[in-house]
């Protein structure tokens, strides 16, 4: 099937924001969500969005969909060196169970 | 509150041996299901189950069977191991969609 995009990498100055981005394939998706991945560990659920919303901020984190263009974005502001990660970008198809993943992207933060 | 355990950590078995991964939740969901994650791919469905009695087929099964006769326990089978088994194994769970997915730690398996 088609893929879930995003960048491999992704390098931010501690105290920045971090803008992670997204394209996704289903356009009849429901809710599409962000995983982080630290060494060694599981997937933890960072945030999710449904389908019919454009916009969710919980904390230092805002999630933006576009659905027209299929694009969806994690922003974390004040970005600390405990936030250093790979974030996976997951998309529930319409009609199919279970996850569609990205590849992930590794947010590298410099001192 | 254990959420999602998956045991061992690690596992190595020679190529043909056949072994089970275990995956245990306690928080009463009703969706289980098993990933694989290789080196750059992301994570890749395996096998899915909707309920107790209930599985189905995700986007990699060949090779994997799995059984879920009690909520809580959802184990993944590997027949007769091969090389490219080789990966780390997620099992997950969830209430719904609208919950998001709950995974375990992993399992660390090495095919030699």
Redesign the interface.
């Known amino acids: 099937?088609e893929d879930?995009e995003q960048s491999l990498f992704l390098s931010v100055r501690e105290g920045d924001s971090s803008v992670i981005n997204c394209t996704y394939t289903d356009s009849s998706s429901?809710?599409l969500?962000w995983?982080k991945q630290e060494p060694g560990?599981?997937?933890?659920?960072l945030t999710?969005i449904?389908s019919n919303m454009d916009m969710k901020q919980d904390q230092r984190l805002t999630v933006l969909l576009n659905k027209k263009d299929k694009h969806l974005s994690l922003r974390i502001a004040d970005t600390q060196t405990g936030d250093s990660a790979i974030y996976?970008c997951?998309e529930?198809r319409g009609g199919a169970?279970?996850?569609?993943?990205?590849?992930?992207t590794h947010l590298i933060i410099q001192p | 509150n254990a959420g999602?355990t998956q045991t061992p950590k690690f596992q190595v078995l020679k190529t043909g041996q056949s072994m089970t991964l275990q995956c245990a939740q306690d928080m009463n969901h009703e969706y289980m299901?098993w990933?694989r994650q290789d080196p750059?791919?992301?994570?890749?469905?395996i096998h899915?189950s909707?309920g107790a009695g209930i599985t189905?087929q995700?986007?990699v099964p060949n090779g994997y069977n799995v059984s879920r006769s009690t909520t809580e326990d959802f184990p993944l089978r590997l027949l007769s191991a091969a090389p490219s088994q080789t990966s780390v194994y997620?099992c997950?769970s969830s209430y719904g969609?609208?919950y998001?997915?709950?995974?375990?730690?992993?399992t660390r398996l090495t095919v030699v």
């Not at chain 1, 560990?41 to 659920?45: E, F």
């Not at chain 2, 998001?100 to 992993?106: A, C, P």
């Open positions: 099937g879930v429901t809710y969500y995983y560990a599981g997937l933890q659920l999710y449904f996976f997951a529930k169970d279970g996850l569609t993943f990205g590849k992930g | 999602v299901s990933y750059g791919m992301g994570l890749r469905l899915y909707v189905d995700g986007e997620f997950a969609q609208a998001g997915y709950t995974f375990g730690s992993g």
